[in-house]
């Protein structure tokens, strides 16, 4: 049962944690739950062993209790006083067992949310790894509040959701207690001030008991402990909310790549939250996030990591411009860009989005010939069927004839170069001598224009927008050779492909290809806030600098060039990528991904399955064999997306081409599940007759 599960902590260690698992264990009992209980960490005692035998569980000690250590002290210096530190994967592992086996699973902390498991691993690390929601176990009395307060303070930084602080009574109740002393007033109104200062569910007081059996304690704690509260599911907004957010949406919101007149009639879907490889809806319906959001999203949502950095800098410093002024996040991620990306990009120049990163590359290029005398070189090459943005731009440089048509008259002349398409060849050509031919004219186009071309922009090893086409082998890095031949600036916007979409961090390295500009977005921040870099070599930065009164300067600059708090994004990016080692846990899963994608060939709709890392496109056709197209006005790939997004997993399609572009984060479990409900949805909807 999905999403039931829970942490129990406490403010401090000895607050009747133990006691309150036992409790809710049996009350849950009671009311015909199959319970599980884990004790992850355990230094001394045996609340393990306790709990298993007074809630007659049938897991072994080690599934409840899978890391232990002898001596009763913190488990960082008690594991380590054994030579051992805390195996967090067999807990995992263990948690994942217990899951399958019970309704719901109760897992008790070791003392609070800051105690080390080891140095470099807190409780608080390990709840958010066991990705559940947390109760809070307070002992009524003096200090209270500011230990419960603190502990919800804490686990919201660092966002753990808190479902209710649970308090219990660690020694019987006084009485006789003459009115006029103090004692036993905070007792009594403990649990209404944190319910109000912590804008907290309080979850009922758990009465001193003076035995722990099952009878007493259904007598005693039933009518204290309320257990509905307890389980009810994270709930959504209200109705009322949800409603007014819809008619305030369609009332005033434009929504980009959309007919606003079928947008009216529809009933949108509002996400409220995300976590891990899911967004919630403002209903609390949980959906698998298929295209990382757009493409963007890296680690997961809601990385501890990432959050954690931008609060970091949220507190220092929000925004400063980098126009006569500069911050340390921007030089920090300067560094750390150059050193990751090809050999010879030393020079990062930042702005927000995509299309501006292309922009700026486009504009760069061109400027550098004519400040460099080569005023002739004006004119910028592209591929066919590319997509580098919105901007007029980059649309000047896109190939996508239906985004691009209508502003035909808007945009600049360029040079169209063909692209080896491997499905849609022209017909009559055939692999791979088409791709030769391609080479060959690129080649006697640049013979002939090379003195009259700035630059060449391309999309490396996929094109994306275009429908997922990949490049076929050798490509790119034949055609990086002709433009360093010809001397062609070599422009790879790796908006898409950057920051391990591909299987490697950059595209480019596939083919050992260094750019002499490189187009960053997307990605970069790992899915958090809008930030790009087009990074360029020495070479071409040295084209820019003059003396002033030559008028050489890069006129350029975006208001939020460089904003601290998206550079801060960026390098927790980095960083999860070193901690996590993403790319070496991913390549299992593009296996697993390519594995699976076999499959969809079954479907006799399908005419082609492209994948590379992470970027997979299938294409839909009305006839496999001669490849002919479902008509536009059919929306086939839109039907599909609507039809996973009944079974919780949110796409977008590009045309007929559906997209699946998972958080490189995702699990193979949901990986699974997502191959399985779309292959389920095209056949579906293309009725595989
Ligand atoms: C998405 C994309 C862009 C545009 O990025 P925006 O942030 O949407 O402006 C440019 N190039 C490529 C390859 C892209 O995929």
Redesign the pocket.
């Known amino acids: 049962m999905e999403g039931r599960d829970i942490f129990i902590t406490g403010t401090d260690t000895g607050v009747g944690k133990t006691v309150a698992t036992l409790v809710l264990g049996t009350l849950l009992q009671g009311k015909g739950y199959n319970v599980g209980v884990m004790k992850p960490v355990q230094c001394g005692g045996d609340d393990a062993a306790f709990l298993k035998k007074s809630l007659r569980l049938s897991d072994s000690l080690l599934e409840i209790n899978p890391c232990f250590a002898r001596e009763p002290l913190s488990p960082h210096l008690a594991f380590q006083r054994e030579r051992r530190t805390v195996d967090v994967e067999k807990i995992l592992a263990a948690y994942e067992r217990l899951k399958h086996k019970h309704d719901i699973v109760l897992v008790e902390g070791a003392g609070g949310l800051m105690v080390p498991l080891r140095y470099d691993y807190f409780v608080a690390d390990l709840i958010r790894d066991l990705d559940l929601e947390l109760i809070i176990v307070a002992r009524l009395g003096l200090g209270t509040i500011n230990h419960t307060l603190l502990t919800i303070e804490q686990a919201r930084a660092q966002g753990i959701a808190v479902r209710g602080v649970l308090f219990s009574e660690a020694s019987p109740r006084k009485h006789g207690i003459p009115q006029a002393t103090l004692q036993g007033l905070p007792e009594k109104t403990n649990p209404q001030a944190v319910r109000t200062l912590g804008n907290v569910e309080v979850l009922g007081t758990i009465p001193y008991l003076k035995s722990l059996r099952r009878k007493e304690i259904v007598c005693r704690c039933a009518a204290t402990v309320d257990l509905k509260r307890l389980f009810e599911p994270s709930a959504g907004l209200s109705n009322a909310r949800q409603k007014q957010l819809v008619a305030w949406d369609k009332k005033h919101v434009w929504h980009p790549f959309t007919q606003m007149k079928d947008w009216l009639t529809d009933e949108p879907l509002v996400i409220d939250r995300a976590r891990g490889s899911y967004l919630i809806d403002t209903k609390g319906n949980r959906y698998l996030d298929g295209v990382s959001s ?2 963007v999203n890296v680690h997961g949502h809601g990385h501890r990591i990432v959050n954690a950095r931008v609060r970091e800098q949220l507190n220092k410093l929000e925004h400063s411009t980098l126009l006569g002024l500069s911050n340390a996040p921007s030089v920090e991620l300067a560094r750390k860009l150059t050193a990751i990306a090809p050999k010879g990009l030393t020079k990062v120049f930042y702005s927000d ?6 922009e700026a590359a486009l504009k760069i290029a061109y400027q550098y010939w004519q400040n460099t005398g080569r005023k002739r070189k004006k004119y910028i090459a592209h591929l066919a069927n ?6 007029l731009g ?1 649309v000047s440089v896109g190939g996508i004839e239906l985004f691009h048509k209508v502003y035909r008259n808007l945009i600049f002349k360029t040079i169209r170069v063909d692209f080896p398409d491997c499905y849609r060849a022209p017909k009559g050509k055939k692999y791979p001598d088409y791709a030769f031919e391609c080479l060959d004219r690129f080649d006697a186009m640049l013979k002939k224009k090379h003195g009259q071309i700035a630059a060449f922009v391309v ?1 490396p090893i996929v ?3 275009a429908g997922m086409i990949m490049w076929p082998k050798g490509i790119l890095k034949r055609m990086s050779e002709l433009c360093r031949h010809y001397e062609i600036i070599f422009i790879a ?5 950057g920051f391990g979409r591909t299987g490697t961090m950059f595209a480019c390295e596939h083919e050992g290809v260094s750019p002499d500009i490189l ?1 960053l ?2 990605g970069i921040t790992a899915g958090y806030l ?1 930030l ?1 870099a087009t990074l360029t070599t020495k070479r071409i930065f040295d084209g820019f600098c003059f003396d002033y009164k030559d008028q050489k300067t890069f006129f350029h600059g975006h208001t939020y060039t460089g904003n601290p708090l998206a550079c801060a994004a960026a390098l927790a990016n980095l960083d999860v990528f070193k901690k996590e080692r993403t790319l070496a846990r991913l390549a299992p899963k593009i296996n697993f991904l390519s594995q699976g994608l076999k499959m969809f060939y079954n479907l006799p709709h399908v005419g082609d399955v492209r994948q590379r890392g992470f970027m997979a496109g299938i294409e839909l056709v009305r006839d496999r064999q001669t490849q002919d197209p479902y008509p536009w006005q059919e929306k086939i790939g839109a039907r599909v997306c609507r039809e996973v997004r009944k079974h919780g997993v949110i796409l977008r399609p590009l045309g007929n081409v559906i997209v699946l572009m998972p958080p490189l984060s995702m699990t193979i479990e949901e990986l699974g599940r997502l191959l399985d409900v779309t292959y389920w949805a095209i056949d579906k909807v293309t009725g595989s007759g």
Request: glycine share 10%; proline share 3%; with cysteine.
């Open positions: 757009l493409w989005n995509g299309s501006t990163a292309v590319s997509y580098h943005g919105d901007t980059s999309e094109q994306g927008a916007d790796e908006v898409a492909t187009c977005a997307k809008p790009a």
